[in-house]
């Protein structure tokens, strides 16, 4: 059943992580938004400040283009390239809608597995409080963890400007820019 047709106590299946051996901060989200999972693609919902930030943070760089046939592997490769890395906390749950506020029955994903993908991994970075909730087992990795302002549409109390600099002083703190 794809996500745009489940039904409401239908599991849902998150993304696999967007990882490499230079990863030294990995963003981690709640669960993917119904967009996001449609597209299979992180922060895929129009209004998500997340690619905004990262453009904004990395002007130098220009992001690749979704509209081109590989142009979401490109971000991939592009984030990887900067040391930043993408996950959620939960790897399945069941949703109705984007809200965290619906999440139930979720399953959080190993983190552990991550020590062997990121050999450099020097921060975990939570993308706003849901995701921070689970900070406890995030820093069973020996690492800092940090509780950044969510990139969600649904933060309408957060100005971008301030999500921006919020972000650009923790991605300053681990020499991402």
């Known amino acids: ?6 039904a409401p106590d239908a599991l849902l299946t998150g993304l696999p ?6 990863t030294r901060v990995l963003v981690l989200g709640s669960f993917p938004s119904v967009a996001s999972l449609r597209a299979q693609q992180y922060y895929a919902h129009p209004q998500n400040h997340f690619w905004r930030i990262l453009q904004a943070l990395w002007p130098a760089r220009p992001l690749p ?10 971000r991939c490769d592009w984030l990887r390239a900067r040391g930043l890395g993408l996950w959620d906390v939960y790897a399945r749950c069941t ?20 020590q062997a993908h990121c050999p450099a991994l020097a921060a975990i970075a939570h ?8 900070a406890r087992q ?6 800092p963890v940090h509780r950044l302002p969510s990139t969600s549409p649904a933060n309408a109390s957060w100005s971008f ?17």
């Open 1 to 6: 059943m794809t996500a745009t047709a489940a």
């Open 17 to 22: 992580p967007v990882v490499g051996a230079h």
């Open 65 to 74: 283009a979704l509209d081109a046939p590989e142009g979401y592997a490109q």
């Open 95 to 114: 949703r109705t809608g984007s809200l965290d506020a619906q999440i139930r029955n979720a399953e959080v994903n190993d983190f552990a597995l991550l």
């Open 127 to 134: 993308n706003g409080g849901e995701s921070f909730r689970h």
């Open 138 to 143: 995030t820093a069973r990795l020996g690492v």
């Open 161 to 177: 400007a301030r999500k921006l600099q919020a972000w650009g002083e923790l991605f300053a703190r681990y020499g991402l820019v």
